[in-house]
């Protein structure tokens, strides 16, 4: 996707797509899914992707990243507070990538491992004990979703998931890298969640954007900001401390 100017009515359409989630999920059933709110907050993850340097200032720059780290900080902060785990999944490319565009011409070169361009932004607050998944390591692999990576050992990101019985996943990021994530997210049967308020260049205008995050709710995944977030936990907490304190 080349990159491009956000267009003044993207916002609007993003506020619009909640409403459509919430139509799109009314009629469909998902048993196979958790109920949120009967869960504890311990059985959740947040998985930042791609939020590297190469794709706010440099190589790739997708219109607008800048402006979601303070939002993404928000949902880093809040899940450190509760203990819960946080993943950050990277391009980690070897020099000799071949790595393609969706379009399928050649992509610049970005990410390469080691360099400025693949670390994490500054501005990004990355608490002390998130995990760091790597995709995109040898030069023929694509690497967009984060469940094609992997953390030393090595753990597939699914794996590292399953381990700690991590059943609501909250996807936030940059690029089609999102899109990726969350639709393989919903096929390993995560409930998965895009964090509408914390993402940028999932597709380039808003009637693509549209379609895109409508392909992401059949699959199964909700749409959800800062605010939902912190209530589904507030509420999983106090029903976990409800439930201790029965005889």
Same mark, same amino acid.
């Given at each position: 996707?080349? !990159?491009?100017?956000?267009?003044?009515?993207?916002?609007? /359409?993003?506020?619009?797509?909640?409403?459509?989630?919430?139509?799109?999920? /009314?009629?469909?059933?998902?048993?196979?899914?958790?109920?949120?709110?009967?869960?504890? /907050?311990?059985? =959740?993850?947040?998985?930042?992707? %791609? +939020?590297?340097?190469?794709?706010?200032?440099?190589?790739?720059?997708?219109?607008?990243?800048?402006?979601?780290?303070?939002?993404?900080?928000?949902?880093?902060?809040?899940?450190?507070?509760?203990?819960? #785990?946080?993943?950050?999944?990277?391009?980690?490319?070897?020099?000799?990538?071949?790595? &393609?565009? *969706?379009?399928?011409?050649?992509? #610049? +070169?970005?990410?390469?491992?080691?360099?400025?361009? $693949? @670390?994490? #932004?500054?501005?990004?607050?990355? !608490?002390? *004990?998130?995990?760091?998944?790597?995709?995109?390591?040898?030069?023929?692999?694509?690497?967009?979703?984060?469940?094609?990576?992997?953390?030393?050992? #090595?753990?597939?990101?699914?794996?590292?998931?399953?381990?700690? &019985?991590?059943?609501?996943?909250?996807? /936030?990021?940059? *690029?089609?890298?999102?899109?990726?994530?969350?639709?393989?997210?919903?096929?390993?049967?995560? %409930?998965?969640?895009?964090?509408?308020?914390?993402?940028?260049?999932?597709?380039?205008?808003?009637?693509?954007? =549209? &379609?895109?995050?409508?392909?992401?709710? =059949? $699959?199964?995944? &909700?749409?959800?900001?800062?605010? %939902?977030?912190?209530?589904?936990?507030?509420?999983?907490?106090? $029903? @976990?401390?409800? @439930?201790?304190?029965?005889?």
């Amino acid at each position: 996707m080349s !990159p491009r100017e956000e267009k003044p009515g993207l916002e609007s /359409a993003r506020a619009r797509l909640r409403d459509l989630t919430a139509r799109l999920l /009314a009629g469909r059933g998902r048993q196979t899914l958790p109920d949120p709110t009967s869960q504890t /907050a311990a059985d =959740r993850a947040l998985l930042v992707v %791609d +939020v590297q340097n190469d794709f706010v200032t440099g190589a790739l720059p997708v219109p607008g990243a800048a402006r979601i780290v303070p939002v993404l900080n928000r949902y880093l902060q809040l899940f450190a507070d509760g203990d819960l #785990p946080i993943y950050l999944a990277r391009d980690w490319h070897p020099p000799d990538s071949r790595h &393609r565009t *969706g379009s399928g011409g050649p992509s #610049p +070169v970005h990410c390469v491992r080691g360099t400025l361009g $693949a @670390a994490f #932004p500054a501005e990004l607050h990355v !608490p002390v *004990g998130s995990i760091v998944i790597s995709k995109g390591t040898v030069p023929d692999e694509q690497g967009y979703s984060a469940f094609s990576g992997q953390h030393p050992g #090595p753990v597939s990101l699914r794996q590292s998931l399953e381990s700690r &019985r991590v059943r609501t996943v909250y996807v /936030a990021g940059l *690029g089609p890298g999102v899109q990726a994530t969350v639709l393989d997210g919903c096929q390993l049967g995560f %409930d998965t969640v895009l964090l509408i308020d914390a993402v940028r260049g999932i597709d380039g205008t808003s009637a693509r954007l =549209r &379609r895109a995050i409508d392909g992401m709710c =059949r $699959a199964g995944a &909700r749409i959800e900001e800062l605010g %939902d977030v912190e209530r589904e936990i507030a509420t999983a907490n106090e $029903a @976990a401390t409800d @439930a201790s304190s029965l005889p």
